[in-house]
């Protein structure tokens, strides 16, 4: 079993930045990690996600050039930075990991994060 704690999450203004962080714990090899989002009314959707070396990243196409995505596998986190931060980006955001290997079809997940934007 892996658990997934999210962190960072808040109010801030169209334009600002927000940097979330993921702790896992639970099982010490996670070959990929990443994050979605939800939004009200809206399905879960993916972000970003990265590989377990850090060299492989990929983004959804409306966060590509403002979220970047990081670990750090010593301290078994995932982090999510996002800049230019637009109302549109306002939801829940998860952090997930794939139960086997790199099968986003079934995963682990955190319990979410709120991030809001205001215009």
């Known amino acids: 079993q892996v658990q997934l704690v999210e962190s960072g999450g808040g109010l801030v203004q169209a334009g600002g930045s927000l940097r979330l962080s993921c702790a896992a714990s639970?099982?010490?090899?996670?070959?990929?990690m990443g994050w979605f989002r939800q939004a009200p009314g809206k399905e879960r959707e993916f972000v970003a996600r990265?590989?377990?070396?850090?060299?492989?990243?990929d983004y959804s196409d409306f966060v590509k050039g403002r979220f970047t995505i990081s670990r750090d596998n010593a301290k078994n986190t995932v982090s999510l930075q996002m800049n230019s931060l637009k109302p549109e980006d306002t939801a829940v955001y998860y952090c997930a990991a794939p139960k086997y290997g790199n099968n986003w079809t079934n995963n682990y997940w955190g319990q979410g994060t709120q991030v809001t934007v205001s215009s």
């Open positions: 990265i590989s377990w070396s850090g060299l492989s990243k």
């Open positions: 639970g099982r010490t090899f996670i070959s990929a």
